[in-house]
């Protein structure tokens, strides 16, 4: 037979994992929940790959070797590795660290009344295995042998998160365990298999024979290896049966194609091709071959990887950064950070990835013509906006109408009693034209905008507050800037078209003598509101809105809830103006006035104060591009609105006292 060419293990981005001891021992803290273990040493693990042959594994640490930035940033604790559920992060890492050839950490459990079973079976030694996911960065061949495993040390790997699992431990780490306990200082040195997760596409494949001899076994252990291999041919047998699955569906996607038998092995031999992945790279191959019957038609099947991809790489960043809806469960990339989906969104795009440095990575992220990850931050950034406009604590909506302006060009607005009252119309009389007045107030659009911008750095922080926290802050400046143009139109009190200003004695809004809001002076406002005319129609407008500055909030609102009148000791006489009118408070009056007070009509029945936006959009945009005097990409915030005045009869004043 002719001799089988080694294959050497690629250095693939994938997430792998290790099992450690728990020991009842290990707790530091009962009433925090404390735990210290040991996730990692320099113990030989025999690894083997559908594209290679079995090597040994050594996962170096030396400081260089080892980055523990991702733990020692409040790495999750999880149960089982499953991020699906939220009810399944149980805990935190604490801390960090290398000591001995090993690597050590201190992990708290969550106080959460789900949680207080895990906790329970911790302290009670029955949930007594750890599993350490990493991700391998780099790795380099030590040993290279003609007739077994070649011995690689990994010189760069990531741990990324701890979790308690099922799964029997490997005995050389755990919880409890320093440089001392090592068992080659005992006994001779054992070869170990990787404990893995079974994975969704893991294919069959013989496992090489042991390379050094164990030495003999007591019974006891001899019992607990039989347990251990039960629960490993339990997960090959899934993973087995999920691969012979795969490749099912692939040959049988393939039948009655047999000239694109190249393209079936291909997607047999890659076990990240599910039948969905299958049937595109078909399309693709069938057409190659035939001419389309016409240009531009496109036919996909499902979506594609790109789109998943996105999609939860955007619901990761939302749920992480707190604005994701309430009913909403975190992705798979919830564990993610925003580098490694920048690297993902490339390689996705088949960009390779592996000698870029980070900054190099992050700035191929965000100028690649189709990557999809400046899109993932804008549609975050665009969320977190939209969410801080909508809290913004504004009450000008309760008093103004919103309305619709087409352009940037100045429109006018007819106010209220401009049509003459109805005619009485006599047996066969004759209807008359009535007449519109020729008084329209002004209302222009402006813009208004501020700049932002996300730094390389920030995506390398792995810093959500950058494209949440300040689009959020963003969006209720928006809201602000509307709610300003607004009540400067209260405050600088503007001229009409009339030429005469908004609160006048000539428009009769206007109270002759200041003074502070009792049930006098409020009566006298509403019934001045009633008793305005049009022409000779009287408009019978009454208040529904108590507009006060913050200096006069408690007054006004005892005023308006108080059965008798408030100004009198003791006295049963009813408040009149018991609920005339809501009580709307806003502290920008205070800046014009601490005594100023003001009545208001319902704006849904009345003309009152119009705020205007460009086609009816009343939220802010956000525009995106790469940045030329900043390392990363630049936002805009902007909005399009203007407020105006229609109609003076709406409103009260009293300048107070």
Known sequence: MPKKTKTKPENKQEILTRTIDLTRESIVDENSRLVRLSFSSEEPVTRQSFFSDPWIEVLGHERSEVDLERLNNSAPVLYNHDRSERGNRIGVVERAWLEGSRGHAEIRLSKRDEVEGFW??????????????????????????????????????????????????????????????????????????????????????????????????????????????????????????????????????????????????????????????????????????????????????GDSDLEKFSRAAEDAIAFRAGIAGKDEKPTELVGYTLLEMARKSLELRGVRTERMDKRELVGRAFTHSTSDFPKILENNSRKAMLRGYDEAEEVFPRFTRAGNLSDFKQHSRVGLGTFDSLDEIPESGEYKHGTFGERAEPIQLATYGKLFSISRQAIINDDLSAFTDIP????????????????????????????????????????????????????????????????????????????????????????????????????????????????????????ASLTAWYLLADPSRFDTIEVGYLDGVAAPFLDQQEGWTIDGVEYKVRID?????????????NAGS
């Not at 990994?154 to 919880?175: F, H, K, N, R």
């Not at 609105?641 to 004043?653: G, M, N, Q, V």
Request: glycine share 6%; with cysteine; hydrophobic share 35%.
């Open 641 to 653: 609105a203007a407020a105006a005045p229609l109609e003076f009869r709406t409103f009260w004043k």
């Open 472 to 591: 959020r802050k963003m969006g209720r400046a928006a809201a602000r800037t509307v709610g300003d143009l607004v009540f400067s139109i209260i405050n600088s009190n503007p001229t009409m078209s009339d030429g005469t200003a908004l609160f006048h004695a000539d428009h009769n809004n206007l109270a002759g003598s200041g003074a502070a809001p009792t049930v006098t002076t409020v009566g006298a406002g509403r019934t001045g509101m009633r008793t305005q005319k049009d022409g000779k129609a009287t408009l019978n407008i009454s208040p529904s809105f108590f507009l006060v500055p913050a200096a006069l909030e408690d007054t006004a609102k005892v005023l308006m809830a108080s059965e008798t009148d408030p100004a009198q000791t003791n006295s049963k006489k009813p408040n009149a103006v018991r609920n005339a009118a809501e009580v709307v408070v806003d502290a920008r009056l205070d800046v």
């Open 120 to 301: 329970q079976d911790v302290r009670d030694g029955i949930l007594r295995n750890v599993s350490v996911a990493y991700r391998i960065n780099e790795r380099k061949l030590e040993e290279e042998h003609k007739d077994k495993p070649d011995l690689y040390r990994v010189t760069s790997w990531t741990p990324m998160e701890i979790s308690l699992v099922d799964i029997p431990a490997d005995a050389s780490v755990g919880i409890g365990r320093s440089a001392e306990d090592d068992p080659s200082q005992e006994d001779a040195p054992e070869e170990r298999t990787l404990n893995t997760q079974p994975q969704p596409n893991q294919k069959e494949k013989t496992m090489p024979d042991k390379v050094v001899e164990k030495p003999e076994r007591k019974e006891s252990d001899q019992v607990d290896e039989k347990r251990k291999g039960e629960f490993m041919d339990e997960g090959a047998k899934r993973a087995l049966e999920t691969e012979k699955a795969r490749r099912t569906e692939i040959r049988g996607l393939f039948e009655g194609h047999d000239d694109h038998a190249q393209v079936r092995d291909q997607c047999l031999d890659d076990p990240e091709v599910d039948v969905n992945e299958a049937r595109k790279l078909l399309l693709d191959a069938i057409g190659k071959q035939e001419q389309p019957a016409a240009n531009g038609q496109h036919i996909e099947m």
